[in-house]
């Protein structure tokens, strides 16, 4: 499958599963409530499209992410749709105790069984302030996330703890909750290889790692009772419309998240704006660029393209899809093509 670390495959985009990582945007005038009202609209419009699974992610202090209770907002889609995967893209688990999200997990998965993914990180997820506030005395900036995970897998199942354990996780022990690590480096990438466990890369802000990323984690991996064999799902952000015109201009949402993340004036996801690159310095490209800069935006005919391109440098075995539009018909529309071209409709 592999010669000196690179795929040999060749893979087309109607092979691979596809997926949504949702951010739950809050808007510009809008609310938290609307926000997590359109995500789970989304979620079941997503599941008719053949949506494989759908992730939500964990960021804490951002007036533009209503998805910071992860574990409640997971329910809240799984209880409003009847066959999607639905789970976390990511916990952030520096934040929590494991016994916690084992807990949390566990009782998601005893809701839902067989429909609950569990992805996780060791960001933050938000500045060092907001860390302190989450984390309290634990101190945890991050190295000891191998432990944490060792514990929490235990907790899952006992047999992985050689030590004798009195605290139980319950519900969550004896469940089979995949277990996914998150990453925008080659640390989860070498740590899910060494497990062997299905590693998801953060593509859509971190594009210049993807490829060294992938590579460090098809190289370490071992076989595990989870997984024989690597299985790499590639974040990318896809923003489509009628039109490259219409999609670049929609486009300009996310950068000015982005842009205003850059000045530390974190924001609700802002209105779409006509020549939003001429208002901008030399070096504000440059950061552009090198967060979202594989970015793909354009007409349904762009984005096969571009996607079969993405797909052919990594060979991705499931792509999760991340749009932030302000308007959410045009995010609908947005997910539909993607969907559309993953099934060969365009």
């Known amino acids: 499958m592999k010669e000196d670390g690179k795929m040999t495959d060749n893979k087309r985009i109607n092979d691979i599963k596809y997926s949504v990582l949702d951010l739950s945007p809050i808007l510009e005038g809008g609310t938290a409530a609307h926000a997590l009202k359109n995500t789970l609209d989304l979620a079941q419009h997503a599941e008719s499209w053949g949506y494989n699974r759908y992730w939500l992610a964990e960021h804490h202090n951002m007036p533009g992410i209503a998805s910071s209770a992860t574990s409640v907002v997971i329910g809240h889609v799984a209880a409003g749709t009847t066959s999607i995967k639905v789970g976390s893209g990511g916990i952030m688990l520096p934040n929590h105790a494991p016994l916690v999200i084992a807990e949390h997990f566990g009782t998601l998965e005893s809701l839902f069984p067989g429909r609950i993914d569990l992805g996780l990180g060791r960001a933050p997820g938000t500045d060092q302030v907001t860390a302190y506030a989450l984390r309290r005395e634990r101190r945890s900036d991050g190295q000891d996330f191998p432990e944490q995970l060792d514990e929490l897998r235990a907790y899952f199942n006992p047999e992985l703890d050689s030590q004798y354990r009195s605290v139980r996780a319950i519900p969550g022990e004896g469940l089979n ?41 098809r190289r370490s991996f071992q076989p595990s009772e989870d997984l024989q064999a690597p299985y790499a799902m590639v974040g990318v952000n896809v923003i489509a419309a009628e039109t490259d015109e219409e999609a670049e201009f929609l486009a300009t949402s996310m950068q000015q998240q982005f842009l205003n993340l850059f000045r530390n004036n974190p924001s609700p996801l802002l209105p779409p704006v006509k020549n939003l690159e001429d208002k901008l310095s030399e070096y504000e490209k440059m950061l552009l660029d090198s967060r979202i800069g594989s970015s793909i935006v354009g007409s349904p005919e762009t984005i096969k393209t571009k996607l079969q391109q993405f797909l052919d440098e990594t060979q991705a075995d499931e792509m999760i899809i991340n749009a932030q539009i302000f308007d959410h018909k045009a995010r609908l529309k947005s997910f539909e093509i993607v969907s559309d071209v993953f099934k060969g409709r365009n």
Not at 183 to 192: E, I, K, T
């Open 177 to 217: 909750i995949p277990i996914w690590l998150l990453g925008s480096s080659g640390y989860s990438a070498q740590l899910a290889g060494q497990l062997g466990l299905p590693f998801s890369f953060a593509s859509h802000f971190s594009p210049e790692n993807t490829l060294g990323a992938l590579k460090l984690y």
